[in-house]
């Protein structure tokens, strides 16, 4: 079965970095492109970005866009998200998310909660 | 931007039957996706491509898309339903694409 697991959230400073990990198994991960979701608290669903199975193309939502990058490493199984010069909007649970065909996903982890704070 | 609009809530009693819009510019012409998400959960595909359902998902749940509002219809309501629901696009129509989100719809099962 498809098994999505995110690591790497905790507490970062303003302006801070982290880099968030996911760990994909039981499907053909490099023939499936996949996303970062996220989730602020008490608040609806946020898309943040989106790589092509092979790694070619990479789309980002205008919110972080040249402050975080998504990239994978198909010979891991796994898919990042280095996110750079955190602000305090960027606080929420970040999902990662197996696509089906440039959306829909069909399959989300459980999420990894972020949370930018002095 | 592509923007979707979806009511902050519904509410139906059990047996009734729900409907959530989505509304968004001309959206009959893109795909939508449906998005159940209970507390402390994450999200489950509940319909896609307007009006494909994923195996596992009962036929309750439905959906449709025309002109500038995409509706998910779920029939026989019951009390599992009581959720969040979230409609989803692809935009690809700038020279920016990428994913939307609608705001989320709240239904509450009376």
């Known amino acids: 079965q498809v098994q999505l697991v995110e690591s790497g959230g905790g507490v970062v400073q303003p302006g801070g970095s982290l880099r968030l990990s996911c760990a994909a198994s039981?499907?053909?991960?490099?023939?499936?492109?996949m996303h970062w979701v996220r989730q602020a608290p008490g608040k609806g669903l946020e898309w943040v970005a989106f790589i092509r199975y092979d790694g070619s193309n990479k789309y980002y939502a205008d919110s972080v866009k040249g402050r975080f990058t998504i990239s994978r490493d198909n010979s891991k199984n796994t898919l990042y998200l280095q996110m750079n010069s955190l602000r305090a909007e960027d606080t929420a649970v970040y999902y990662c998310?197996?696509?089906?065909?440039?959306?829909?996903?069909?399959?989300w982890g459980q999420g990894t909660l972020v949370t930018v704070s002095s | 931007s592509y923007v979707l609009t979806q009511p902050p809530s519904v509410s139906v009693a059990p047996g009734q039957t729900a409907r959530i819009t989505c509304g968004g510019n001309?959206?009959?012409?893109?795909?939508v996706h449906w998005y159940q998400q209970k507390p402390g959960q994450a999200p489950v595909l509940v319909v896609y491509?307007?009006?494909d359902r994923p195996s596992g998902i009962p036929e309750r749940f439905s959906g449709s898309n025309s002109g500038n509002t995409a509706t998910l219809t779920i029939s026989r309501v019951e009390a599992g339903d009581e959720a969040d629901y979230y409609c989803q696009v692809w935009d690809s129509s700038s020279d920016h694409p990428g994913g939307v989100f609608g705001g989320g719809t709240k239904l509450t099962v009376l």
């Open positions: 039981g499907f053909t991960f490099s023939s499936y492109g």
């Open positions: 491509d307007d009006s």
């Open positions: 998310a197996k696509d089906l065909t440039v959306t829909p996903i069909d399959y």
């Open positions: 001309n959206i009959g012409s893109k795909s």
